[in-house]
């Protein structure tokens, strides 16, 4: 079942709204066949009659979460998909909620949510991470034309 926190209207309009099951109790998740055989039916639902699964998908945001039950004609158990409905479609790559990749806040973002750097984040990290490393302690060698200054011949 989706209970809405914002004003998507899509919510009240789904298929699954008002509905027990799609999120299973705690003893279910960890009996893996007999979660199969009691979500199977509400994932072919799901997949079937539901005009809003990628909708779905970008709100409750499974992987994200560490979601368990139904969700986007997929079974999901700590955020990993473990099964998915013959004529379930494609999932798209989320958009992020981190901030403004590239900057130290996207970064933060990015691991305040769990998700893996984006590439303009990754190198914002790795510059970050040097400047926090310091400058290289290089051992400077005496020139060589110095030693022979001083010495009598």
């Known amino acids: 079942m989706i209970n809405s926190t914002?004003?998507?209207?899509?919510?009240?309009?789904?298929?699954?709204?008002?509905?027990?099951?799609?999120?299973p109790h705690d003893s279910l998740v960890r009996a893996p066949k007999q979660l199969l055989q009691a979500c199977a039916p509400l994932m072919e639902d799901c997949a079937a009659l539901c005009p809003f699964v990628v909708q779905c998908y970008d709100r409750v945001r499974p992987e994200a979460g560490h979601f368990d039950g139904v969700c986007a004609a997929r079974i999901w158990v700590n955020g990993k998909a473990v099964a998915t409905a013959e004529n379930a479609p494609e999932?798209?790559?989320l958009p992020t909620q981190a901030g403004t990749c590239g900057t130290s806040?996207?970064?933060?973002?990015?691991?305040?949510?769990g998700e893996?750097?984006?590439?303009?984040?990754?190198?914002t990290a790795?510059?970050?991470g040097a400047?926090?490393?310091?400058?290289?302690?290089?051992?400077?060698?005496?020139?060589?034309?110095?030693?022979?200054?001083g010495a009598t011949l």
Do not use: F
């Open 126 to 128: 790795q510059r970050a």
């Open 131 to 149: 400047r926090r490393a310091g400058a290289a302690s290089i051992r400077k060698r005496a020139h060589r034309g110095s030693a022979l200054v």
């Open 91 to 93: 999932l798209p790559k």
């Open 6 to 23: 914002t004003s998507a209207a899509w919510t009240s309009l789904a298929p699954c709204a008002d509905l027990d099951g799609y999120i």
């Open 116 to 123: 893996a750097l984006c590439g303009e984040c990754r190198v």
């Open 105 to 113: 806040s996207g970064v933060a973002g990015h691991r305040r949510l």
